[in-house]
């Protein structure tokens, strides 16, 4: 039976304070239509910028040690978001908004239990459309120190995970869970953070667990936890788990693999997801590439897109191809947000999109058409020159570039387009492109 995607009915609102920063947030969930993911914005900055929960968002983990953080440029950031994103992950909701008015998800009481309730109270309903599963091809491995972690091909969701600490109360703890909805309420979503008494001092003179105590955060004694209580037996391992199912959550889609994990942590759970983010966009690439084709005027979306053009994030600057003559005429669309990564830097102060990316824009409409004839099917599209180029007004954020592209001459090894993008009905920039068509 085909599984639909999901998001939730009615909004939900989440207060507390994050576990690193101890500063005071609240959240507001909200659905989002199919396909959207999972996306936050951080409504305590002008223009509320959108931050999608994937990988091409993550922050170095220097930047925000002992948590995995999300972020735009240098001054945009949402930290320690694993807890959230393995709730996410666990209750299996696809597309979602997460409103934010500070720079961490609050820690609560360092599991993921009060987001799971506030997320079913708000009511999970499922959508018209499939989820869209990543099913691993090929092993992999990671390795750190004395971590480990292996993901193997398998046609569900699974993760073992071996924790091992020089500590009485933390040696060789394990647990196997097949990850579903299911297993994640009851084993997985009230197993809270933890940390060595001995650690704790050292953290908090790194500026770190400023908004932590013996409530939200197991602290890890000599010979037992305290002023606290566990409430599994394994309570660790089973928090290990968590960490690493929210972890790998970025990589934008539910995930088909066995995982096996040594002591990992999140560096090398980012390691993990960063190989498998590789595979993913191989086997994407090679999945369709160019057996698939709309037929003329259908539209063609982002993910069809990228298996025609090896461009992607941030340099895929096509959002729709609306329209497609094959070999003929082709119009594109790309939407300009304040989050677009060029303007974190580009005019600051007054943004304006660079016009060699509006170009490059053009190129890549462009590149659609002239790949989608049968006898150019496989090959690449390599930007040769501009010619006639004229930038006629400024292109800003909020705006919406309609490029049309048309052929002028195509040839076994060459190609020649006209291209204009045009805001609001008015020329933008247009131009005269070449383009050198080589085997892929």
């Not at 989002?32 to 091409?56: C, E, H, M, W």
């Amino acid at each position: 039976m085909e599984l639909l995607q999901k998001t939730i009915k009615n909004q939900a609102v989440i207060s507390g304070v994050g576990l690193h920063t101890g500063n005071k947030v609240t959240m507001v969930f909200k659905p989002l239509a199919v396909n959207s993911g999972i996306q936050f914005t951080r409504s305590d900055i002008k223009d509320k910028p959108l931050i999608k929960a994937d990988y091409q968002h993550l922050l170095a983990l220097n930047r925000t040690l002992r948590r995995t953080s999300l972020g735009i440029g240098s001054e945009i950031e949402i930290q320690t978001i694993e807890h959230l994103m393995a709730t996410i992950s666990g209750l299996q909701i696809d597309n979602l908004l997460i409103e934010i008015d500070n720079n961490e998800i609050p820690g609560m009481d360092g599991s993921g239990l009060e987001f799971l309730n506030a997320l079913k109270g708000a009511g999970i309903i499922e959508q018209d459309a499939a989820r869209k599963f990543f099913s691993l091809k090929e092993p992999i491995c990671v390795e750190e120190d004395s971590c480990l972690i292996v993901a193997l091909p398998a046609s569900d969701y699974s993760i073992r995970y071996t924790l091992s600490f020089n500590h009485p109360l933390l040696r060789a703890q394990y647990m196997e869970l097949a990850i579903t909805q299911e297993n994640f309420e009851k084993e997985l979503a009230c197993a809270r953070t933890f940390c060595l008494q001995a650690e704790a001092q050292g953290l908090q003179n790194q500026g770190l667990g400023k908004g932590a105590n013996y409530q939200n955060t197991l602290v890890v004694g000599e010979k037992e936890v305290i002023k606290n209580t566990l409430r599994f037996p394994d309570e660790f391992v089973r928090h290990k788990i968590f960490d690493l199912m929210g972890d790998l959550s970025l990589l934008g889609v539910p995930l088909k693999a066995k995982i096996i994990a040594v002591k990992s942590g999140h560096s090398l759970n980012l390691k993990l997801l960063h190989k498998i983010q590789q595979q993913k966009v191989k086997y994407d690439a090679g999945s369709i590439a160019f057996g698939a084709i709309p037929k003329d005027g259908e539209p063609i979306d982002a993910a069809a897109i990228m298996k025609i053009l090896p461009h992607r994030y941030p340099f895929l600057l096509v959002d729709k191809i609306i329209s497609l003559e094959k070999g003929k005429r082709a119009v594109g669309i790309k939407n300009v947000t304040v989050n677009e990564h060029f303007f974190v830097g580009h005019f600051p102060g007054k943004p304006v999109m660079p016009g060699v990316l509006i170009i490059e824009a053009m190129a890549q409409v462009g590149g659609v058409m002239m790949l989608s004839p049968e006898e150019n099917r496989g090959k690449l599209a390599f930007f040769m020159a501009a010619n006639d180029v004229k930038f006629r007004k400024p292109v800003l954020p909020g705006d919406q570039l309609m490029i049309e592209v048309t052929v002028g001459k195509i040839k076994s090894r060459t190609g020649q387009v006209f291209a204009k993008a045009y805001v609001d009905g008015k020329v933008a920039t247009e131009g005269e492109l070449m383009f050198a068509l080589v085997e892929g």
